[in-house]
């Protein structure tokens, strides 16, 4: 039973920063391309960045230079570390994964494995 656990969200001034946590049971990291979405109200869930078995990762080009995506294959986590925070980043941010372990793309619909999301707010 594969089950993803999201962490590290909460509230944060303009220009802050946050890590996020996902902590996966059932699956290890290191065999499953990893991926980091958000959404917020009345929008579509959007990719924010994906990491695949190798360590390649890929990034939505608006936020690429704030937002940075790693693991921890040893603790089986996966990280977002966001920089540099804006209002419009409010949204909950959700962990994915799928074992089509070479998938560098950050679409939604290609990944089965989802965590229940935690909230980031930016005032």
């Known amino acids: 039973h594969v089950q993803l656990v999201e962490s590290g969200g909460g509230s944060v001034q303009t220009g802050g920063s946050l890590r996020l946590s996902c902590a996966p049971s059932?699956?290890?990291?290191?065999?499953?391309?990893m991926a980091w979405f958000r959404q917020s109200p009345g929008k579509e869930r959007e990719g924010i960045a994906v990491?695949?078995?190798?360590?390649?990762?890929a990034y939505a080009e608006s936020l690429k230079d704030r937002f940075t995506i790693s693991q921890d294959n040893a603790k089986n986590t996966l990280y977002l570390q966001m920089n540099s925070l804006k209002p419009e980043d409010t949204a909950r941010y959700y962990c994915?994964?799928?074992?089509?372990?070479?998938?560098?793309?950050?679409?939604?619909?290609?990944?089965?494995?989802w965590g229940q999301g935690t909230q980031v707010t930016v005032s």
């Open positions: 994915a994964a799928t074992p089509n372990a070479g998938l560098i793309g950050i679409r939604p619909r290609d990944f089965p494995y």
């Open positions: 059932g699956l290890s990291v290191s065999d499953f391309s």
């Open positions: 990491i695949d078995s190798d360590g390649d990762t």
